[in-house]
């Protein structure tokens, strides 16, 4: 029997870019850790829709940092087959839910207490180098804890985290759900409450739809008002965490939204959007020299 600690990585699987799947498959390894990789699958990659559904938007984004990525991503769609061969375990679950509720339906096919870590992660965020797993791990990135505003008091690296999230919303210490990691101690608990949490107050219910909900507008800015109630689960998790005294064992990887050094979080499948194209190209500019 390995002495080894075991990450889990789930993905929430959706948009299936392949380069996605690739980068987390080509991250390094910490020594004294193995991992396990999961796909919880809401629709088959192999539906013509998946990759279809992402052509006409891309030709209408020209050219940019954050176009280049998008066209990276969805220039191939991965395969149910290539999942396979790269190692990831692969279910299919009732779609009527995502985010956090994917995750749900993972701890109840495959959680026992079995993993040191778990990460979940939405399979539309981009990696930016092979050091993710690494630093988390070892203990070595630059980590935030969010006072109750928001505001952000940077702590030791090996601060005793139970709850990891990527980049910070701004006037607020609520989560984003898109990159959580999550430590045993609080899965434990977590575990006997988190289909409650992840389902309650929803009023999108996506069973059997294979679609993405694209409502563009004239600056090409894809609307999120359909999935509004979604971001329930998120609250009512920071609710959980505060109510069992994690609250403040809950950090930040960067003081920016959806960017961080190791990966930027996608918003409806892209990493461009109108909205943000500035903000995120300078957030990126303070880890990277952007051209």
Not at 14 to 42: C, M, R, T
Not at 269 to 291: A, C, P, V
């Amino acid at each position: 029997m390995s002495d080894n600690k075991k990450l889990a990585v789930v993905l929430g699987g959706w948009h299936y870019p392949y380069a996605y799947y690739n980068q987390l498959k080509k991250q390094s390894v910490p020594d004294g850790w193995e991992i396990d990789f999961y796909v919880v699958s809401h629709r088959d990659p192999e539906l013509p829709i998946v990759f279809d559904e992402k052509q006409s938007i891309l030709k209408e984004r020209g050219d940019g940092t954050l176009q280049a990525f998008d066209k990276e991503l969805y220039s191939r769609i991965i395969t149910k087959e290539e999942l396979s061969e790269m190692g990831f375990i692969y279910n299919v679950e009732e779609s009527s839910i995502g985010d956090l509720f994917q995750l749900s339906q993972w701890v109840e096919r495959h959680y026992e207490g079995q993993y040191d870590k778990v990460l979940f992660t939405h399979d539309d965020n981009y990696l930016l180098n092979t050091e993710l797993f690494t630093d988390i791990l070892d203990r070595k990135s630059e980590i935030f804890v969010p006072d109750e505003g928001g505001n952000l008091n940077k702590v030791d690296s090996d601060f005793d985290w139970k709850h990891l999230a990527g980049g910070q919303i701004e006037n607020t210490n609520c989560p984003r759900t898109s990159f959580t990691f999550l430590d045993k101690e609080l899965l434990d608990e977590l575990q006997h409450d988190l289909s409650e949490i992840t389902s309650r107050d929803i009023d999108l219910i996506r069973t059997g739809e294979t679609n993405t909900l694209y409502d563009v507008n004239d600056s090409k800015q894809i609307s999120t008002d359909a999935l509004l109630s979604w971001n329930n689960p998120g609250r009512y998790f920071l609710g959980w965490m505060r109510e069992n005294n994690y609250i403040d064992k809950s950090v930040r990887l960067s003081p920016y939204y959806r960017v961080t050094k190791y990966f930027i979080e996608g918003e409806r499948g892209f990493m461009w959007t109108h909205r943000d194209e500035k903000r995120t190209l300078n957030s990126l500019s303070s880890y990277y020299q952007i051209d």
